[in-house]
Each structure stands twice: as structure tokens, then as C-alpha cells.
């Protein structure tokens, strides 16, 4: 689980990172998915392979993956701590609260693709704000080798509509600048034919 880290791995980059045989990492992440402790990322318009244009793996479990990324690193700071917040060094504040840089936002996404999951929540307010009625749609997400180019992609066989979704942690109270949104709406995804798309900023 520590090997997968905050942006994922393939299967091959784990087998590397741990050393372990490639047998025995696609057994293991096999069973941590059918646990709902790890779930895949599949690149929507490409074919399915394992290297870093392929599937990736990330840790589904929010409180696995906060103990992994955070908590784990600080273990000695933590047992030493005797002088209140633990994470003073590491936290910003901003006028919403602390978040941890680097990590807030990839939580936030994670914590999106736990909320689209739940298929039995089609009558909440952010199913609602995404025009999603009923089951039958597909979680993905788009990249260009290693680098991931759009957060999260629902397509909905029904009414054959892709929904690009950009998921935005901010720290300032303030709205998000038109340039942000520029550079969102210059990233390409091949809609799948037939299909219409629509942006979404969480």
C-alpha cells in the first residue's frame, strides 16, 4: 500500500518498487480491490496496458491512504510530540481551515470518486448538480503517458454524455480566476463517438 503512493502506480512500477514478483503484486492488488481497499484508474480512449499509458492503482480506503501518506512519515515526530499541533510545520492555514499541500487535493478527488461510488445517493445535491438520474454510468479519468491530464471523466450510456470533472482544492474563499479555467477547458479528451461533454468544476 505504501508502495502506490499519492499519484499511483502500474503493476510494474510496484513489482519495482518493492521488489516483489509481478505474479505476486497482480494476486495481492487483486484482493485489496475485491476489499475496496485499492481500486484501478482506467485511461478513458486508450487501450488497457500496464505501463505508465496503462491502468494504474491507487488506495481507495481514505483513512489507509491518510495514515500511508501522512501519518506513517511522521511516526517519531509523532511519539515525540509533546508541544500541540502535530503538524505545524507541514500545515497551511488558510481562511477555510489547515490543509496539507500536495495531499488535500488529491484527497479531495478521492473523496469525489467516493461519493460517485454510491450509486444508492442519486438523489443528492452534487448528483443532482452533475445531471446524473439514474446507474449506469463510468468513473475514469484521462492521461498522457505519465502525466494525468483530466481528474475524473463519468460517461453515461443513457444520455450518452461525457462529463469532464475538474476537482479544485481552494484555500483563499475566493473564486477560481478565469485563467484557471482556461487552462481546463484547453485540455483535450477523445469523446467517444455519439457523445456529447459538459465541464464540471467541483
Not at 481507495?60 to 510545520?89: C, H, M, S, T
Not at 496539507?100 to 442519486?122: H, Q, R, T, W, Y
Request: net charge positive; proline share 3%.
Amino acid at each position: 500500500l505504501r508502495a502506490l503512493g499519492q499519484n499511483g502506480r502500474t503493476l510494474s512500477n510496484i513489482a519495482r518498487e518493492t521488489g516483489l514478483p509481478l505474479s505476486t503484486i497482480s494476486e495481492t492488488i487483486n484482493k485489496l480491490i475485491e476489499y475496496k481497499i485499492v481500486f484501478e484508474k482506467t485511461p478513458f480512449g486508450k487501450v488497457k496496458k500496464e505501463n505508465a499509458s496503462g491502468i494504474k492503482f491507487f488506495m481507495k480506503d481514505l483513512y489507509l491512504n491518510f495514515y500511508f501518506q501522512i501519518l506513517e512519515p511522521l511516526e517519531k515526530v509523532i511519539q515525540q510530540n509533546r508541544n500541540g499541533l502535530l503538524f505545524a510545520n507541514a500545515c497551511v492555514k488558510s481562511k477555510k481551515g489547515y490543509y496539507l499541500p500536495n495531499f488535500s487535493g488529491k484527497a479531495f478527488e478521492l473523496l469525489i470518486m467516493s461519493v460517485l461510488d454510491d450509486i444508492s445517493n442519486l438523489s443528492s445535491k452534487f448528483f443532482k448538480k452533475l445531471a446524473i438520474q439514474e446507474a449506469g454510468y463510468t468513473v475514469g479519468t484521462f492521461w498522457i503517458e505519465k502525466k494525468i491530464g483530466i481528474d475524473l471523466i463519468i460517461e453515461h450510456q443513457a444520455d450518452r454524455e461525457s462529463r469532464i470533472i475538474e476537482c479544485k482544492w481552494i484555500t483563499d474563499g475566493s473564486t477560481i480566476s478565469k485563467s484557471t479555467i482556461d487552462s481546463l477547458l484547453e485540455k483535450k479528451y477523445p469523446i467517444p463517438s455519439h457523445f456529447e461533454y459538459s465541464y464540471y468544476l467541483v
